[in-house]
């Protein structure tokens, strides 16, 4: 294979979970990318694996931390999240012509992040007695890539920007449940992802800007337009401020998040 889109295509139609994230972290990086090529849409993606089963998110219930097949549940549930994640990173890849290379390495780069995040999680879940598929998961994150695949601007705006920046959001309480039920080295996981995902939420930040500026559009009326259009989940309190921040979101858009009558304290603070 010697495109870097095209490449992507592969280790995104893979359905077994643990080979889906082994062939996206065998893509070398160093391959040359066609910025322009316009790529059909293949059939059958993203491969999935046949467990586990996919049912509404209201199905699902918060697992209790007091067993070790709550914990685990709990965990597949973060695993099931990563492994979405490879898929939407991939997928970008491939499905959008016009950008500049370097959005194509942010994103082969994610890709590959989202992978060690999947196979962290999994071999965790082993060590508990469990594997990828034993709990019943959803599939909202897919479900938005696929209301988004029309336009690139409506696909940022609302998984990186709103579905993985949502996840900065849930991470120290995830973590602070983790931990206080023991389980500390699911507590260490959540600190490498929260790490990355800080850096994906950026990317997401940098490159929404970028196709603004390039259309002429306000980024914080558009981001209220295309969240209100696609049905975004309301993003609600606690907000990880920190990590917004450091991930690029400015005060306005802080602002915009917390609502008129709030405010973020963030002013003085430096940027
Ligand atoms: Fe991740
Ligand atoms: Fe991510």
Redesign the pocket.
């Known amino acids: 294979m010697s495109d870097l889109r095209l490449a992507t295509i592969g280790p995104l139609l893979t359905a077994d979970a643990p080979a889906k994230a082994a062939a996206a972290l065998a893509l070398p990086v160093d391959l040359p990318v066609d910025t322009g090529a316009i790529i059909p849409a293949p059939a059958g993606i993203p491969g999935r694996p046949a467990r586990p089963q996919l049912v509404p998110h209201i199905r699902l219930k918060p697992p209790s931390m007091r067993t070790p097949a709550g914990i685990a549940a709990l965990v597949h549930s973060i695993a099931h ?2 492994l979405n ?1 490879i898929d939407l990173a991939l997928d970008i890849c491939w499905r959008f012509p016009g950008m500049p290379e370097a959005f194509y390495r942010d994103w082969l780069r994610i890709a590959q ?2 992978a060690t ?1 999947f196979t962290l999680l999994r071999n965790h879940l082993l060590t508990l007695g469990f594997d990828y598929g034993d709990f019943d998961a959803h599939n909202a994150l897919w479900d938005m890539a696929e209301r988004t695949q029309y336009d690139l601007l409506a696909r940022i705006a609302l998984v990186p920007r709103t579905l993985e920046a949502r ?1 900065l959001d849930a991470s120290p309480a995830v973590r602070a449940k983790l931990v206080g039920a023991g389980d500390h080295a699911a507590g260490a996981i959540l600190d490498v ?1 929260l790490r ?2 800080i850096g ?1 939420v950026a990317a997401g930040n940098r490159w929404y800007r970028f196709l603004c500026e390039q259309r002429g559009l306000d980024p914080i009326t558009t981001y209220a337009e295309l969240a209100e259009r696609h049905q975004a989940p309301r993003l609600r309190a606690p907000f990880n401020l920190e990590a917004r921040r450091a991930a690029g979101f400015d005060e306005a858009e802080l602002q915009a998040l917390l609502g008129p009558a709030q405010d973020t304290g963030l002013s003085a603070r430096p940027r």
């Open positions: 999240i990563e994640a992040e989202e995040h996840g992802i990355d995902e994906h």
